[in-house]
């Protein structure tokens, strides 16, 4: 069974700007897919119709049989915590340290105090950031702040792990520290949509590549490389 299915999915925003043509493709529990294309060919939207931030003009999505485009929201509630995101440009809050910035999500959704207490200092190391956690943003580098991201995207331990341009914003360095993390939590269980323009990682990994171009995919290789 897939975890993620398009079936003949479009996204148009008025008669002259056809975003997604007719996407159709599977993501496999634990797989590890990049997604390629040059900028403004609809990566973004293509991450923002799975968590339901958009809805497509046609076509179905459905994630662990659940038809995303018709989901309640309770529905959508258990999608987002089973769908983890990290973007370009962190989106951390600044007046909170990093525990409190990835215990904020379990906060919200109810968790009891002592699991928070157990939980996050444990998602913490995994980043390697165990002795960050009284540290506020403004007192972390880029790659660091990164991983906080990373750290609260994970916390609910979701099925799947969306990445749009995790590295954009990084030096060579800790583009490939993020890189690594991602493959450990794909090793630990967490699929990884891996949005990205940079030709090196895609090509060093030798995982799955799926390209877009003008709204369609035109590519989509097991062990494929970065070619536009």
């Known amino acids: 069974m897939a975890l993620v299915y398009y079936k003949n999915v479009s996204k148009i ?3 002259h700007a056809i975003v997604l043509d007719n996407i159709s493709f ?3 529990n634990n797989e590890f897919v990049s997604l390629v294309g040059k900028s403004g060919v609809g990566k973004t939207t293509l991450l923002k119709l799975l968590i339901a931030e958009e809805k497509p003009t046609k076509g179905r999505i459905f994630f662990n049989d659940k038809d995303v485009t018709k989901m309640s929201p309770s529905d959508l ?5 089973k ?3 990290v973007f370009q440009d962190f989106k951390l809050l600044p007046n909170k340290t990093c525990f409190e910035n990835v215990a904020f999500v379990l906060e919200s959704t109810g968790y009891p105090a002592e699991e928070i207490k157990k939980e996050v200092p444990e998602v913490l190391n995994l980043v390697g950031l165990g002795d960050k956690a009284n540290n506020f943003p403004y007192q972390l580098s ?3 702040k990164q991983r906080v991201a990373i750290a609260r995207a994970i916390i609910q331990k979701p099925d799947l792990l969306l990445a749009d341009e995790p590295t954009g914003n990084l030096d060579p360095i800790n583009t490939w520290d993020i890189i690594r993390l991602l493959l450990k939590i794909n090793e630990l269980g967490t699929a990884i949509l891996l949005s990205t323009h940079e030709k090196e990682i895609v090509n060093t990994l030798g995982r ?4 877009l171009e003008n709204g369609r995919i035109i590519r989509d290789e097991q062990k494929g ?3 536009l």
């Open 13 to 15: 925003y008025n008669d």
């Open 26 to 28: 599977e993501i496999l």
């Open 77 to 81: 509630v258990w999608l987002r915590r």
């Open 83 to 85: 769908i983890g995101v």
């Open 142 to 144: 880029a790659g660091e």
């Open 208 to 211: 799955r590549v799926i390209t």
């Open 225 to 227: 490389k970065y070619i």
